[in-house]
């Protein structure tokens, strides 16, 4: 049997990323999103909860790790977040085998990574899917969310690739600048030349 395609699917923040990752998900493309799994095991009664109380004490509660604080015990600190990587990639990396053998009979399955490219995750798939948009489409969309700022939004940019430099490393593209529509028959487009190749 031929294992599924590995499509990594990354993009800036406000790129529209997440929609795509849907949009796959519609189309019967299994969709492995590292971040939710993450929340998941760091939720109430999540099998990370202990490890990460151990480690951080003060920072988990009945609903499970408080992210705020414990990101204000890592942030800034290399040291304490290399400790949390160490609870947390190991965890990521068995979900991500268990969803690989899950779906081992399928054409094709799609990982949804943020910082793809920053952490060095693209090695570990066949081909990568750059989500973009122009930057005003993208400043317009983050800069409505609640609590963003435009400080906030500058220190985010600040600690990912750019995206001119993630597209023009990316084997290939979708662009969310345009109507939900059409972003739509690009995803499936995507999968039908990939399916059929």
Known sequence: MTPPLKFG???SIGMGKSTVADMFRAEGVPVFDADAEVRRMQGADGELVSAIEAA???TTGPQGVMREVLGAQVFGRPEALATL????HPAVGHRRSEFMVAN????????DIPLLFEKGGHDGVDAVVVVSAPAEVQRERVLARPGMTPEKFAQILALQMPDAEKRARADHLI???TSLAETEAAVRRLINKLVDC
């Open 104 to 111: 081992a009979d399928v054409p094709l399955v799609v990982f």
């Open 56 to 58: 951080f004490p003060g």
């Open 9 to 11: 699917l990354t993009g």
């Open 85 to 88: 990587e160490a609870i947390v």
């Open 175 to 177: 662009d969310t600048g």
